[in-house]
Structures are given as C-alpha cells and as structure tokens.
C-alpha cells in the first residue's frame, strides 16, 4: 500500500462569493485564474515593504477557492483576509477543524472521500495534496498505509523546498530570498497586488542577496537546532531551517558563502561541519564571480 501522511500543522481556508477572484487576485503574489481544479497555485500575502506574511496553495472549488496555510496562522490569515475584504461579495470561512490535509508522492488511485486533490506547484518531485472533510477520512484513509509526518519532511528537504516558519522568518523574508521565483510563486505579469513594487524591483535588479542553499552535515552528527549560526571563524553565512538526518535547509548570504567555499574555510552549523548545495530548482551558483 502507498504511504499517506497526514500533514497535522496544515489547516484550511475557503473564500468564495461572486468577487472571490479578483478579491484574491488583487492581493497574492501569484495569478490566481490559472488555478485549476488537480493544479494548485502556490502564493503569499505580502507585508506593503515586500515581505512575505502569510504562505499558501490556492486551489478552486464550488464558489470560489481553498487556501491551503500553515494550520497555526489559518486564524491570523482569515482576519487579515478580511480587513481587506471591505464591501467585497466574499465569504471567507477557516474550515481547519472540519479538514485535514494529506501527502502523497504520487497521484492516489482513489477519489472516495476527497474534498479536494492538486499536485504540489513548487517542484515536480514534491508529490500530491489532498483535502479531505472529517467525515470523508475513513473512507480515503483505508485505502493507504500511515506514516509519520517526518517522511513528507524529508522529502522537501531532500529536494531544499522551503517553507515559511520552519526554514524562514514570516514578516523578515523577501520572496526572492525563498525561492518564490523560481517555485512558481510569483507571477511577475499579473497586476498590481500588496508589496509588489518591491519584488518587481528585487527581479529587474537582481539584488536578492540571500538565498536557499541544502545543508549536509560532514560527520555522524545530526544538524543542530534551527536559527543556529551556518558560519566559518570570520564569517557568518546565516542561520539554519529545518533539518532531519543530517540534511537541512538555510537562508545563507551567497557572497559570502562562495568566498568561504572558494577559500576552503570549514562551516558549520553550531558545532558541527557542513558543505552547501545549491537546490535543483535554483538558477544560482555557490561559485565566486569574477570581476
């Protein structure tokens, strides 16, 4: 049987009314009309100076669309949601507690039970995300095997996906700085949206200083805790993510990085030694540039 993992930190969101497109439209980083019904798109709400707030996939259903988010700011999410609501025909409901969300590496065989089912948008490797009510769970979960949150975790960290709160600081990340141009986060020909001047500018002028680079320690030891330094004696190169068998994501200075790679010069992660990768999505190098 395949392994199911049910992705207990996810909650849902459901916006729908007459306006429910443009409302969204107006506000996330991506196209929302190119969502369809098995392809999510993957979003974020901006802060007004470009900094990513809240994360999400955005999938249609009946009247409108399903925000997949991090299950502890579903809440948060829906509030800020509606201050921007005002007088737009918009119903914004959080269904977390009537929804759980689930993993799978590949396309499940059945449909029984299902709310809603999309292909993660952000990397061809990450698998399938499904929607299922409370009352519809029996039904899906018989047909798979239960495994433990760890085995999706280690799948995203295999392939360096990052995810706001667990590799990066929500309300202190550029979106260029995780990736959401090159994981199909951003959609740099739609109209207007909050925070865009500033992504917009970070893209023509390629100033994305910090970027997300895998992790692997060099020894036995496990990675140490998140938010530990990623540094050589005389340089800090930024902190660590989330990590699990010695694998890991970080936000690292790139510059900085290279030069420290380019010289030699051991990292490490708290205490213990580690080489940087570039993740397989990215279009960036960890080589020095020469002037």
């Known amino acids: 049987m395949t392994n199911l993992v049910a992705l207990v930190d996810r909650g849902l969101i459901r916006v729908t009314g007459e306006e429910a497109s443009p409302f969204l439209q107006s506000l996330v980083t991506n196209d929302v009309t190119k969502a369809e019904a098995d392809k999510a798109v993957f979003a974020g709400l901006l802060t007004p100076q470009g900094k990513i707030n809240y994360e999400f996939f955005i999938v249609p259903v009946e009247g409108g669309y399903l925000l997949e988010t991090g299950r502890g700011c579903a809440d948060d999410l829906v509030k800020k949601l509606k201050l921007y609501k005002m007088r737009a025909d918009v119903r914004i409901d959080n269904l977390s507690d009537e929804t759980m969300t689930f993993w799978l590496a590949s396309a499940p065989e059945t ?6 089912c ?11 995300r499904i929607a299922v009510t409370l009352e519809g769970m029996k039904a899906f979960c018989s047909s798979f095997d239960a495994c433990e949150i760890d085995y999706y975790h280690l799948t995203r960290l295999q392939y360096a996906v990052p995810e706001g709160g667990y ?9 260029h700085e995780a990736g959401y141009d090159l994981l199909n986060g951003v959609d740099f020909s739609k109209g207007c949206y909050v ?30 805790e998140a ?4 540094r050589t004696e005389t340089s800090l190169m930024g902190p660590l993510g989330s990590s699990l068998k010695g694998q ?4 690292v200075r790139l510059d900085r990085a290279s030069k420290a790679m380019a010289s030699g010069n051991v990292m490490k992660a708290g205490d213990v030694p580690v080489t940087l990768t570039v993740p397989p999505w990215a279009n960036y190098s960890l080589e020095v540039e020469e002037a």
């Open 118 to 128: 999309y292909r993660d948008p952000r990397y061809e490797k990450m698998g399938y």
């Open 195 to 224: 925070g865009q001047e500033v992504v917009s500018r970070m893209q023509h002028r390629g100033t994305a200083r910090r970027r997300v680079v895998l992790v692997s320690s060099l020894s036995d030891q496990a990675l140490p």
């Open 248 to 251: 890991g994501i970080a936000l």
């Open 167 to 175: 590799d990066y600081a929500f309300g202190d990340t550029f979106p």
């Open 111 to 116: 449909t029984e039970g299902l709310f809603a």
């Open 227 to 230: 938010g530990s330094e990623i």
